[in-house]
């Protein structure tokens, strides 16, 4: 090579590797995403039914006598919650995070919220939280209507501050008028919280295989399915934790979960600071479960065949680990029969 190509040949080289460094630097920024979540439209039909129970479920939910089922509140609460008027920067709504398509839960293992701002927990389900007795993974609120304002106000969820959206929601004609209507005092955080806690008691799942099965339809489940139901009251235990119409005891539990974690989530312990409760968290519903994945309250497991085979070896072991989590020794058949039974809890779900 001679001299004057050399001289050349050094700054292209030069220029080659430092564009690669940038194009790393710029593809591991992106790799922590600036950009909020998918929003979801609202597809559901144009009519609730406020009334109409699925069967499987108990006739009557918990609805508090300030803030009775009616039309207007409903509507007013759906409006709301695929709004992303509710976030600081307008890209964030609840249906974001609490997908009708999945059963109102998240694909994204932890939940992303405004900024892509990553959580450190799975949005759960929505479904039939009507019949829920405390919420959060944790249970760390009481009624859905206090429950509703947390997520506004999260600085990795909707990031908002309630003042700002209480303004905006009052300069706002249609929300204005629509508030009047469903709700004495008009635009106010309580009534904000009522009419999205309203929307939420509608959205239940119900009538499923398995509420026919139990209903005298012997066949309503195949056989592989049946055979998973044994397993589920037997063997498996697993209704002594998920178990009554809603298939779950609203209590907390340490299947070892967290025990699997860098950096183990407290759960339970953080609102009662027992020791006994590190690591528990709330029995979760099985209704519709087959859409709501991912699984766990870090949404660790990808599949109801994960979840399946994380029981089968006996959960997360840890000094707390509850004494009805321990292997299964389910033989292959048996551990598609019990997948193939979670897949008869789907139900009515709206979107179906
Ligand atoms: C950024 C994602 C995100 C957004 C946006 C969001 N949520 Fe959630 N939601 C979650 C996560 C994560 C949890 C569980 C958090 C925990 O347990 O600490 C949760 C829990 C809940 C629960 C408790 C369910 C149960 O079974 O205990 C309800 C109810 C709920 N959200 C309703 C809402 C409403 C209403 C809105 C809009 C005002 C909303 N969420 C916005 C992620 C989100
Ligand atoms: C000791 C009580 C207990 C028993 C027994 C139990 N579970 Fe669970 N289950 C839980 C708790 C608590 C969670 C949430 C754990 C977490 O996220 O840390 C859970 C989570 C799940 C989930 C994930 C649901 C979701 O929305 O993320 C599925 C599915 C499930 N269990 C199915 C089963 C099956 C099938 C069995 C029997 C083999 C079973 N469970 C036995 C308490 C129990």
Request: glycine share 8%; hydrophobic share 40%; aromatic share 8%.
């Amino acid at each position: 090579m001679d001299h004057q190509s050399k001289a050349l040949t050094l700054p292209i080289a030069r220029f080659a590797v430092g564009s690669i460094i940038f194009f790393l630097v710029a593809w591991m920024a992106g790799a922590e995403p600036d950009c909020p979540p998918p929003l979801p439209k609202d597809t559901l039909p144009a009519e609730l039914a406020l009334n109409a129970i699925p069967s499987g479920l108990a006739p009557v939910r918990v609805v508090p006598d300030d803030n009775r089922l009616l039309p207007e509140r409903v509507e007013l609460g759906r409006r709301l919650f695929f709004d992303p008027l509710l976030s600081a920067d307008g890209s964030v709504a609840c249906a974001s995070c609490h997908d009708p398509q999945r059963g109102f839960a998240s694909a994204a293992p932890r939940a992303v919220g405004i900024h892509g701002k990553v959580g450190t927990r799975n949005a759960p389900s929505l479904l039939n939280r009507a019949y829920g007795r405390t919420f959060f993974w944790d249970g760390r609120t009481a009624t859905l209507e206090s429950q509703a304002i947390e997520p506004i106000v999260n600085p990795v969820e909707l990031g908002s501050q309630i003042s700002d959206v209480l303004a905006k929601l009052a300069g706002n004609a249609k929300y204005r008028q629509a508030f009047a209507k469903a709700y004495d005092g008009g635009v106010t955080a309580e009534n904000l919280g009522r009419a999205l806690a309203a929307f939420e008691r509608v959205l239940l799942s119900g009538d499923s295989q398995v509420d026919r099965f139990q209903a005298g339809h012997a066949s309503a489940l195949t056989d592989s399915q049946r055979r998973g139901l044994w397993i589920y009251e037997s063997r498996g235990s697993c209704w002594r934790c998920h178990r009554g119409q809603n298939y779950s005891d609203e209590e907390f539990h340490n299947t070892g979960v967290a025990a699997l974690q860098l950096q183990p989530d407290p759960g339970r312990f953080t609102v009662t600071h027992d020791e006994a409760d590190r690591g528990k968290f709330k029995t979760p519903s099985l209704r519709g479960v087959s859409r709501t994945g991912p699984y766990m309250h870090d949404g660790s497991l990808a599949t109801l065949r994960d979840v399946v085979e994380f029981y089968n070896r006996g959960g997360g072991k840890n000094p707390r680990l509850d004494p009805l989590i321990r292997p299964l020794d389910l033989t292959p058949q048996e551990f598609d029969s019990l997948v193939d039974f979670l897949k008869a809890l789907d139900g009515s779900e709206l979107t179906r």
